[in-house]
């Protein structure tokens, strides 16, 4: 059996309001920003923490494809008002700080720090395209 060398490099997150999304990333979460193309609504931005080159997360119009039909584009835009549509799991080992650091953000606060039944300490915000972050705490 051959083991494959394979990582995560980039994730995907939807956002309508880049500048909204960058402020979140950028200065609530502390992601620095490797990235920023395109103009108005339509820019591609990649962000990524800090000493961790080789991950990162590309903010995106989310129906900027052109195989996206008008039907889609508006479901995803329902969606994206419901948070629904796109979500991420992040880690740190100070799950308070964190927590207070977003939240004097005014991000919106989905979760305060919980240990979950299942073993995890998180908790969750949304970002201003309005897709699920949970930071779980690493142990």
Same mark, same amino acid.
């Given at each position: 059996m051959t083991v494959m060398d394979i990582t995560i490099h980039t994730s995907f997150l939807p956002h309508d309001d880049p500048d909204a999304s960058l402020a979140f990333y950028? +200065?609530?979460?502390?992601? =620095?920003?490797?990235?920023?193309?395109?103009?108005?609504? @339509?820019?591609?931005? #990649?962000?990524?923490?800090?000493?961790?080159?080789?991950?990162?997360?590309?903010?995106?119009?989310?129906?900027? +494809?052109?195989?996206?039909? =008008?039907?889609?584009?508006?479901?995803?835009?329902?969606? @994206?008002?419901?948070? #629904?549509y796109g979500w991420i799991l992040l880690a740190t080992r100070d799950l308070d700080g964190t927590f207070e650091k977003v939240q004097a953000s005014d991000a919106e606060v989905v979760q305060e720090p919980t240990e979950q039944p299942y073993g995890i300490r998180d908790c969750a915000f949304r970002d201003p395209a309005g897709n699920l972050v949970r930071i779980q705490e690493l142990r």
């Open positions: 950028r +200065d609530a979460l502390g992601f =620095e920003v490797r990235s920023d193309f395109g103009q108005g609504k @339509m820019r591609w931005i #990649t962000v990524g923490p800090v000493g961790q080159p080789d991950t990162s997360i590309l903010l995106a119009p989310p129906a900027a +494809d052109p195989g996206v039909t =008008e039907d889609e584009r508006r479901t995803i835009a329902e969606m @994206m008002a419901k948070g #629904t």
